[in-house]
């Protein structure tokens, strides 16, 4: 089947490091989204994975496992602006459909 | 470059009532969605487009219909509203099919 898991709920300190997980198995898999949306407003894409490794775009970085099926968001220097949720989102070869997660909610406190 | 847009911003019905939901691109994109969001779940895909002319069912298509006579538009209608259909809904564009998804504001629906 296609399934996506993701944390609920994060909390993490102003100015820190936070890691937000994704696993995933969905079948011809191609590539993973990341986006993230403030409350009451819409997704907002962050990163696209395609290869295994690591991409970073200054803050944010997202990693990539094929043969685990395991991708990560890692926010660094966290902000009050980064209170947000983060959604993955898992791509099939050739296929239309995205498979999403539920989202995280990352709550920054001061 | 407005983007994506969505109307209305909000909107309630009532039971049997129909409704259609606007949505709009002015980026030349081929491919269009209609989405819903449910609290505490993952997006799930209605319809989408690959082109003018040209509409299929994603995973929960009951109750809905679209169509898209241009490339711009792709407007979503309901048929006979239920309260199962409150939620808040998304429409999307992207140029191709593994491209990136630009989202619309969004149309929150309460049916009551």
């Known amino acids: 089947g296609q399934n996506i898991d993701q944390p609920t709920e994060m909390t993490a300190t102003e100015g820190a490091i936070v890691q937000i997980n994704c696993t995933y198995q969905?079948?011809?898999?191609?590539?993973l989204f990341w986006y993230q949306q403030h409350a009451g407003e819409a997704p907002t894409f962050l990163s696209y994975?395609?290869l295994d490794g690591l991409e970073e775009k200054g803050r944010f970085s997202s990693f990539l496992s094929r043969s685990k099926g395991y991708s990560y968001l890692l926010l660094k220097e966290l902000q009050m602006k980064d209170s947000a949720s983060y959604l993955c989102a898992s791509q099939r070869r050739g296929n239309y459909q995205l498979i999403w997660g539920a989202g995280t909610k990352l709550i920054i406190k001061p | 470059n407005a983007g994506v847009t969505q109307t209305p911003k909000f909107r309630i019905l009532k039971i049997g009532q129909s409704m259609t939901l606007q949505c709009a691109q002015d980026m030349n994109h081929n491919y269009m969605y209609w989405y819903r969001q449910d609290p505490g779940m993952g997006l799930k895909l209605i319809y989408y487009?690959?082109?003018?002319?040209?509409?299929d069912k994603g995973e929960v298509p009951n109750g809905y219909n679209v169509s898209r006579s241009t490339t711009e538009d792709f407007p979503l209608r309901l048929e006979l509203a239920a309260p199962s259909q409150t939620s808040v809904y998304f429409c999307?564009?992207?140029?191709?099919?593994?491209?990136?998804?630009?989202f619309g504001p969004g149309t929150r629906l309460l049916v009551l």
């Open positions: 994975n395609v």
């Open positions: 969905t079948s011809g898999f191609n590539g």
């Open positions: 999307a564009s992207s140029y191709g099919v593994q491209e990136t998804q630009y």
């Open positions: 487009s690959v082109g003018a002319g040209i509409t």
